[in-house]
């Protein structure tokens, strides 16, 4: 496997479930960011994982949960979502972090995991 | 936080044609990335450019940062190049986040 995984590609669970989603990193890089991309709105910066360290958390609700074992390991543990959490969830990986002024802040996206709450 | 505009937001093409896709930025940036979404959701790099011009096949891009613009270039355009690009940029004066624009919606019509 190469780049940024994820898994599942779709997931659809009920308000009263407790699901993850997982991502992989294959690139070496030492920052890992969740990204919310709803319908008709930009890319919503959810949490920023800097050498397994978290270092942002975008005023996200907490029925999400983020975990980062290493540093090629991502993780968002989902529980009591509401219908309107339902999108699409991007994970990204970069080999420095975005506010270093480096050419090696270029994040490169995962294919993402299709949600839908019912 | 800094403002990304993106213009046009639709853009319906004929295939073989060619555009130009502009992405206005309201502060400085030290990173500015193009990416292709495909109809799956997948984001592909294009170019990282925060200033200059680079060239990738019929894809090309220009950022001028000191007018805080950049242009991405399709020529001879093929019904893959459909889906929504998005400029994103980063900017050290802000919020420490990588601030991406609401895209462009590119259709390649046969």
């Known amino acids: 496997e190469t780049g940024v995984t994820q898994t599942p590609r779709h997931l659809v669970m009920g308000m009263t479930n407790k699901k993850s989603l997982k991502c992989e990193q294959h690139?070496?890089?030492?920052?890992m960011y969740w990204y919310k991309q709803s319908a008709k709105k930009p890319l919503e910066l959810m949490f920023v994982y800097s050498l397994e360290e978290r270092v942002e958390n975008n005023s996200v609700p907490s029925r999400f949960s983020p975990e980062c074992p290493n540093s090629s390991h991502l993780f968002l543990h989902l529980h009591t979502l509401q219908p309107e959490d339902s999108a699409l969830y991007l994970c990204a990986s970069s080999q420095v972090p975005s506010w270093t002024g480096s050419r090696y802040n270029e994040q490169f996206f995962g294919p993402g995991t299709r949600l839908t709450v019912l | 936080g800094i403002q990304v505009e993106q213009s046009p937001p639709d853009l319906i093409l004929q295939e073989g044609a060619n555009s130009t896709l502009r992405c206005n930025f309201s502060?400085?940036?030290?990173?500015l990335q193009w990416f292709h979404q495909n109809p799956w959701g997948q984001l592909i790099n294009l170019f990282y450019i925060p200033s200059g011009t680079k060239q990738n096949g019929r894809l090309s891009a220009t950022t001028v940062a000191t007018e805080r613009y950049s242009l991405l270039y399709i020529s001879s355009s093929q019904t893959t190049d459909s889906g929504v690009y998005f400029c994103a940029v980063f900017t050290p004066y802000g919020n420490n986040r990588l601030a991406f624009g609401k895209g462009n919606q590119v259709v390649v019509i046969p």
């Open positions: 690139l070496g890089h030492n920052a």
């Open positions: 502060d400085s940036v030290n990173n």
